[in-house]
């Protein structure tokens, strides 16, 4: 869930190129989007509700399990 990672802080000091799993997410949601609509998506509106999500707790889905 954390946007700066260990992972990231190691990569960008050995200059390592980095890309975080957001936007590895969003890369996916574009491709889709684009397959089954044909058209653009609104790439900045789309990023900030990523952004947005990841700053929330994350709450159970209906009919999932709740941790005992």
Do not use: H, Y
């Amino acid at each position: 869930r954390p946007l700066d990672t260990k992972l990231g802080r190691l990569a960008a000091e050995r200059g390592a190129k980095f890309i975080p799993g957001v936007n590895w997410f969003l890369l996916q949601a574009v491709r889709q989007f684009r397959f089954f609509t044909g058209s653009e998506p609104p790439l900045p509106p789309l990023r900030a509700a990523a952004l947005d999500a990841l700053k929330r707790e994350p709450k159970p889905l209906p009919g999932m399990l709740q941790k005992l």
